[in-house]
């Protein structure tokens, strides 16, 4: 029976979709909730946490699982399911942070809608990590970007936010309708929307041409824009200034993320032969158009337009949304290889970036919830009025630079180690005097704290216990997987397998 | 009927719109036109995928035509919800207005 | 081998700064002025301790130390090994096992450096007790200097080796930022950034070479036999060899410093306080050239006698520059003591590189112990510079006349410093220079006799200086005590601290000068290997 095999199908889905589901109930329990008890500050964080939690434990059930469900429409694969780790972890520091924002909570501000937004986003990153297909694909960004564009603006009265949710929203409007645009060629030009139908389509009748590079750019500006790649960056400093502190964090690692997973499938599905996976390490590339190229430019103007405007910048925010914009184009670096130990890289220096940013972040917030702004000149002798706090900015600092012994330097290592591999030296070369460059920017922010104004007898900040607790998880793991690293590269070897389809 | 038409008069029509809407987003300083303009791109991948769709005795090109308007929707919404806060925080629509921050 | 608690001396000499650390930041450094008092003494002695113990160490495994065993590319004859394995990981893609390993241990190349360091971060630490500011967070940071230094100089694993190498950078940053001089931004930044620069080709180095072999370990990347053949850097002679080579190496010249890579270092020794010019004359310029010996030398040979000429005329140019930059010092508006003496850093470490460029055992021997004795000497040179610093806050060599009969003993250490520095016959450096000499003259005598005017304008310079500053007649402005109040200077000549700091030194600068073998044998049978190692492995690739 039809049917039948049908229903088995389906229940295989469901049951594979469970974290999803989990996330969707959340949010309907979190909005009643909000309705009911309207005044309570922390309740919907609290209910976001069980939810989130919930949804993290059933995600690493099924880390090994490998399986097409709902028709094709989503794959479920142990590279998806790492970045769903990743954005879920993300998600859970984020909304631990946000608790001890002032920002967010000044003038008695309700923020029932935050955390639920925060939940929504959450599953449209959790479905682009897995789609399959360029419906979903779309839904998902989609999903992610509106909910992001309010969260952008969440504190309405301040103008820069609001300024900032309005260039986010143009240029994400604009940037959906190019990928759909391109979206709609690949469909006239395959006749299939999913990943795998397009890589057969291709195969079988030997697409290439302008129109495919057209439509292909096409995609790869929309995905572009999501990791805020170099020249699809614009909207990236404006957005991390005026957006919540904790915002910022989230999209500088938590939709970067989920960009890169669709980046790398999508490019791995489509756009590779997948008849010739005998040897599951060479990937070939079908076609005459040559998208290592195409990545490689792309990634070397990202990381040093980053860091070159990292250079000058004084607000804080906007100086980690440029190195942001830096670290993406050490990552794309990875995507360039093309290869298993290619997407391994990413992987293990996107798990390196998640903890040492948000720590960098978080540092941000707690500074400013003490001095108010995040202007660099405030930083001035915090090395004395907030030794703990200092300490561990430096730490995550030392990491973004990439020095040994983080955790930052193992994702730099593993990158280099990539991208040298398959013997793109040039590339390797522009990589490592960016990170020389971007050593600048990143000492000036302790130079400030510790070597200006340094007076033994100011004043000493304290803090909550609860941000001492949320630095030390950030900053420990900083320094240990800089100095024992297996784990996390045992981790990024098993997640490396992107399901084909069937 | 539709097949009367050749598909390239379709195509080119919706890049013409496409094109149209990308002109107005980049020269458009009000940001209700900018959005106006927006929705004249996805309405041309509308055209496009809908073409492509009844060309191709495919329904997957319709289904995502829906989705599209749907999410068109929600996208407006929200969009003219953040230039209403926007007004009135700065009382002004006009993108170039808007510029507290640069570089 | 000793072991003590179970773990080998090596591993005991490397973090037990770091251990010291862990224990400094532990201990509150109080709030009101008598806690404050109390706990800065606390710091301070613990630091001394600490380096002290690290000296015994040291002490305990020269004495234990096989001078008969060869090293450098052998790794059953190394001593005081300690491998523990660190990352194993199986069946990555395409990296297949990767291992790295905690692996250490020492030959007779090392073993000087590793006493040197010794030696001076002991010595250095009384220096230190002139720090006021922070005086936690600078104990922290010597430290944890202190093991990033021992750490380079007793690594064998390549990536153990790298990560030392820059986990010193973040320490000197801030001992240089925050308790340097005026102008302490600019210095530090410039010499992070510069050694950064250096440091990122050797990592691309470290993994091309990491893809040749399938393993970090040092002494398979120097055997040829083990790289695989389809690698780019497998083979003798080959583009890639070469310019593998050259970026290792302009990373080694930024730290050495060779000139055109040395501006760095003005600014940094001017700007430093006390104690960290001494740590960086003394030891962190020793890591350039330990890691050109150790890393550049074995593991491309044929590249390095294809660039051996290149490499002597850097060691010449360094020299005559380094020289005429000091001597300039005296012509020119701003004569400050310690900017003389870092330029003479310069050239002395020039003297260095000749002597390692000629690959015959006089120029090795005469290198390495031509390092050894600028570490000594030039941190002498620092200290006392740093002595009248303390007390008349200047360092301007046109402030001073006359000090001779102000500061008498002063004087008479800070003589055989300057002697040293000269190369009188008598003290260690006389013998060092006088073996880079005869060895660069057989295989380089043009650029050696170009070179010696190195010797002669050093003369110059540091006789100049020595008259200017100690004889003639004394300003009148010092007329004084130099603490009227006699709190902290109880009469003009040298504290017990400040003894305890240079006579030391000084002792090993005669006794070396007179009986140099403890030093030179430590050594000989490494590099005679060594250069053995070189020649045969280098033009035995040429003609393959």
Redesign the interface.
Same mark, same amino acid.
């Given at each position: 029976m039809i049917d039948e095999i049908f229903l088995s199908q389906l229940k295989q889905s469901v049951d594979l979709f469970l974290p999803e589901t989990i996330l969707v109930a959340t949010f309907i329990i979190a909005l009643i909730f909000d309705l009911i008890y309207k005044n309570s500050r922390y309740l919907i964080a609290v209910i976001s946490i069980i939810g989130l939690v919930f949804s993290g434990i059933f995600l690493v059930n099924q880390s090994t699982s490998s399986a097409a469900i709902f028709s094709g429409m989503l794959s479920f694969d142990p590279f998806g399911n790492f970045f769903k780790i990743l954005i879920l972890l993300t998600t859970i520091i984020i909304v631990l942070m946000s608790v001890f924002s002032k920002e967010l909570y000044e003038g008695g501000r309700k923020t029932g809608e935050y955390y639920i937004l925060i939940v929504g986003m959450t599953f449209g990153m959790f479905l682009l990590a897995v789609a399959n297909n360029? /419906?979903i694909v779309?839904?998902a960004i989609?999903t992610m970007s509106?909910s992001s564009?309010?969260l952008a603006?969440y504190t $309405?009265? /301040? $103008?820069?936010a *609001?300024? &900032? *949710?309005? $260039?986010y929203? /143009?240029f994400g &409007?604009?940037s959906s +309708?190019?990928m759909?645009?391109g979206? *709609?060629?690949i469909? +006239?030009l395959t +006749? *299939?929307?999913t990943f795998d139908a397009i890589n057969s389509a291709m195969i079988s009748s030997d697409i290439s041409g302008l129109t495919l590079l057209i439509a292909g750019l096409m995609i790869i500006a929309g995905i572009g824009y999501k990791i805020s790649a170099v020249p699809f960056h614009f909207w990236t400093?404006?957005v991390y200034? +005026?957006a919540p502190i904790t915002i910022t964090a989230y999209l500088s690692v938590a939709s970067k993320a989920a960009g890169f997973a669709v980046l790398i499938r999508f490019l791995k599905v489509s756009f590779f032969d997948s008849t010739n996976y005998a040897n599951d390490e060479i990937w070939t590339l079908i076609g005459t158009i040559d998208w290592q190229i195409v990545i490689a430019i792309l990634s070397v103007l990202t990381m040093t337009l980053g860091n070159l405007?990292a250079l000058w910048q004084t607000n804080m925010k906007?100086l980690l949304a440029y190195s942001s914009i830096a670290h993406a184009g050490y990552i794309l670096m990875g995507v360039v290889v093309m290869t298993d130990i290619g997407v391994t890289s990413v992987l293990i220096y996107f798990f390196v970036y998640m903890i040492m940013n948000l720590g960098a972040f978080l540092v941000v917030m707690i500074i400013a919830n003490k001095t108010g702004n995040e202007d660099i000149q405030k930083y001035n002798g915090i090395g004395h009025k907030a030794p703990f706090v200092s300490a561990c900015m430096v730490i995550f600092l030392i990491s973004l630079t990439g020095l040994p012994p983080t955790a930052g330097f193992i994702g730099k290592w593993a990158v280099f180690t990539a991208v040298l591999k398959s013997e793109y030296i040039w590339l390797a070369v522009v990589g490592v005097l960016n990170s020389v460059v971007s050593l600048y920017y990143y000492v000036k922010i302790f130079r400030n704290m510790y070597i200006r104004n340094f007076e033994d007898d100011s004043e000493i900040y304290e803090f909550s216990p609860g941000t001492y607790i949320l630095l030390i998880i950030l900053a420990v793991p900083t320094l240990i997987f800089g100095i024992y690293f297996t784990p996390l590269l045992d981790w990024a070897e098993s997640s490396v397998k992107i399901f084909l389809g069937v | 009927m539709l097949i009367d038409v050749p598909q390239e008069y379709y %195509?080119i029509l919706s890049a013409m719109m496409?094109v149209i809407?990308?002109v107005g @987003?980049l020269t458009r300083r009000n940001?209700i036109i900018?959005?106006m303009s927006?929705e004249i791109? %996805?309405n041309?991948?509308n055209l496009?995928?809908v073409s492509?769709a009844a060309f191709?005795g495919?329904t997957?090109?319709q289904?995502?035509v829906f989705?599209?308007m749907a999410?068109a929707a929600?996208?407006a919404a929200?969009?003219l919800?953040?230039?209403l806060? %926007?007004f009135?925080?700065?009382k002004t629509i006009y @993108?170039d207005e808007?510029s %507290?921050?640069k570089? | 081998m000793f072991t003590i608690l179970g773990v080998g001396p090596l591993t005991w000499i490397t973090f037990l700064p770091i251990v010291s650390m862990i224990i400094l930041l532990l201990i509150p450094s109080g709030r009101d002025e008598k806690s404050k008092m109390v706990s800065h003494i606390l710091f301070r002695w613990l630091t001394v301790l600490t380096t002290f113990l690290q000296l015994l160490l040291a002490l305990a495994i020269y004495f234990n130390f096989d001078f008969g065993l060869t090293g450098i590319n052998q790794q059953s004859t190394m001593q005081f090994v300690e491998r523990v394995r660190w990352i194993e990981i199986q069946n990555l893609p395409l990296l297949g096992n990767l291992k790295i390993d905690y692996f250490v241990g020492i030959d007779g190349l090392s073993a000087p450096m590793v006493l040197l360091t010794a030696i001076v971060c002991f010595a250095a630490s009384f220096a230190s007790f002139g720090i006021e500011k922070g005086v936690k967070g600078y104990f922290a940071m010597y430290l944890l200097l202190d093991t990033g230094m021992m750490g380079v100089f007793v690594a064998l694993d390549f990536f153990l080796f790298y990560v030392f190498w820059e986990v010193m950078l973040l320490p000197m940053y801030f001992l240089i930022g925050i308790w340097g001089g005026p102008r302490k931004e600019y210095a530090a930044i410039k010499f992070f950034l510069y050694t950064l620069l250096g440091s990122v080709f050797m990592l691309l180095v470290m993994i091309a070479l990491y893809f040749a072999v399938g393993t970090f370990n040092m002494f398979d990347m120097m055997d040829p036999s083990k790289y695989d053949p389809s690698s780019i850097l497998a083979g003798a002679d080959t583009f890639w060899r070469y310019v593998a080579f050259a970026a290792l190496f302009i990373g080694f010249a930024i730290k050495v410093p060779s000139v055109p890579f040395h501006t760095w270092l003005p600014d940094a020794h001017v700007e430093a306080p006390t104690p960290i010019s001494v740590i960086l004359a003394g030891v962190l310029l020793k890591m350039g050239t330990y890691g050109m010996l150790r890393i550049s030398w074995p593991m491309f040979p044929d590249a390095v006698r294809y660039f051996q000429d290149y490499i002597a005329f850097v060691g010449m140019v360094s020299i005559v520059y380094g020289a005429l930059c000091a001597l300039g010092q005296h012509k020119v508006g701003k004569r400050d003591f310690k900017k003389l003496i870092a330029y003479s850093s310069v050239s002395h470490m020039g003297y260095v590189v000749l002597g390692m460029a000629a690959m015959n055992p006089e120029g090795m021997i005469g290198a390495i112990f031509q390092m050894f004795n600028h570490g000594i000497i030039t941190s002498m040179l620092f200290m006392i510079v740093g002595v009248i610093y303390d007390r008349a806050h200047t360092r301007g060599l046109d402030d001073f006349g006359g000090l001779a009969n102000k500061m008498p003993v002063y004087t008479g250490i800070m003589a055989i410093a300057f002697f040293g520095a000269i190369g009188l016959p008598g003290l260690s450096s006389f013998i060092s220079e006088f073996l880079v000499f005869v060895g660069a003259f057989k295989t380089y005598p043009v650029l050696t006799i170009i070179s010696g005017s190195g010797i002669i304008l050093g003369a110059g310079y540091m006789l100049w200086t020595l008259q200017k500053v100690f004889f003639g007649k004394l300003p009148e402005r010092w007329a004084g005590p130099w603490d009227p109040t006699g709190k902290k200077y109880k009469h003009d000549d040298l504290m017990p601290v400040e003894y305890a700091a240079l006579v030391p030194l000084a002792i090993i600068i005669i006794y070396l000068g007179i009986y140099p073998i403890p030093i030179t044998d430590l050594m000989n049978t490494s590099i005679n290997h060594l250069i053995d190692f070189v020649k045969t492995t280098g033009s035995f690739a040429a003609h393959l």
């Open positions: 360029l /419906i779309y839904l989609e509106i564009y309010i603006g $309405k009265e /301040i $103008k820069r *609001s300024e &900032a *949710s309005l $260039k929203v /143009i &409007a604009v +309708g190019m759909i645009y979206i *709609s060629l469909y +006239g +006749g *299939s929307l400093p404006d200034e +005026g405007v906007r | %195509l496409f809407g990308s @987003v940001a900018i959005f927006i791109m %996805l041309s991948v496009t995928f492509f191709m495919d997957a090109g289904i995502f989705f599209v999410v929600a996208e929200v969009g919800a953040i230039v806060a %926007l009135r925080n700065k @993108v808007v %507290l921050m570089w | -």
